[in-house]
T-cell receptor, first 115, second 110 residues
């Protein structure tokens, strides 16, 4: 049973380009969470999605960032017009239940570098 | 004040030593507590949940003090492979988001 799969592992974008990060949850999981880890900082919650719905996007920057989790296919975190400050590791996690009391399992992350 | 605070370290200890990490959280409504481990440039991995009664998993013991809003992790008989950053993590309220501390770095040396 594969874990949470994220791709690409590494992504390099020039300033002003778009970045698309993909997350395939564990089999049977319909809840997905995105976190960002800036250099030398802790992980920060970005968004929580359930299939076709955004449940909590309180951690998403107001502009340029969007997320979706379609009925079919992986969850996508999209960053438009990237800037150097977007360089970070982006981690995705998934869960089976809506309110798990257990900790999540994270994917191996996507490291975005903006040059 | 940060929601979850940890001493960043690093803690440099010899192999076989016992080391303890502490963490405080600011929201008294927090409900679930965890310790995660993160190796350099890797994803965080769940080490253990933390229960009010205290819990142990092999060489690792976690304690929670709700009155003081304080969480601890004790590692006995440290191994070189324990070298990593240990993240204190809190889940608050009915939401699903986890709040991470910035982590405490442990270096176990020969």
């Amino acid at each position: 049973n594969a874990g949470v799969m994220q791709n690409p592992r590494h992504l390099v974008r020039r300033r002003g380009q778009e970045a698309r990060l993909r997350c395939s949850p564990m089999k049977g999981h319909s809840h997905v969470y995105w976190y960002r880890q800036l250099p030398e900082e802790g992980l920060k919650f970005m968004v929580y999605l359930q299939k076709e719905n955004i449940i909590d996007e309180s951690g998403m920057p107001k502009e340029r960032f969007s997320a979706e989790f379609p009925k079919e296919g992986p969850s996508i975190l999209r960053i438009q017009q990237v800037v150097r400050g977007d360089s970070a590791a982006y981690f995705c996690a998934s869960s089976l239940d809506r309110l798990p009391n257990y900790g999540y399992t994270f994917g191996s992350g996507t490291r975005l570098t903006v040059v | 004040r940060k929601e979850v605070e940890q001493d960043p370290g690093p803690f440099n200890v010899p192999e076989g030593a016992t080391v303890a990490f502490n963490c405080t959280y600011s929201n008294s409504a927090s409900q679930s507590f965890f310790w995660y481990r993160q190796d350099c440039r890797k994803e965080p991995k769940l080490l253990m949940s933390v229960y009010s009664s205290g819990n142990e998993d092999g060489r690792f013991t976690a304690q929670l003090n709700r009155a003081s809003q304080y969480i601890s992790l004790l590692i006995r008989d440290s191994k070189l492979s324990d070298s990593a950053t240990y993240l204190c993590v809190v889940k608050t309220g009915g939401g699903n988001k986890l709040t991470f501390g910035t982590g405490t770095q442990l270096k176990v040396e020969l």
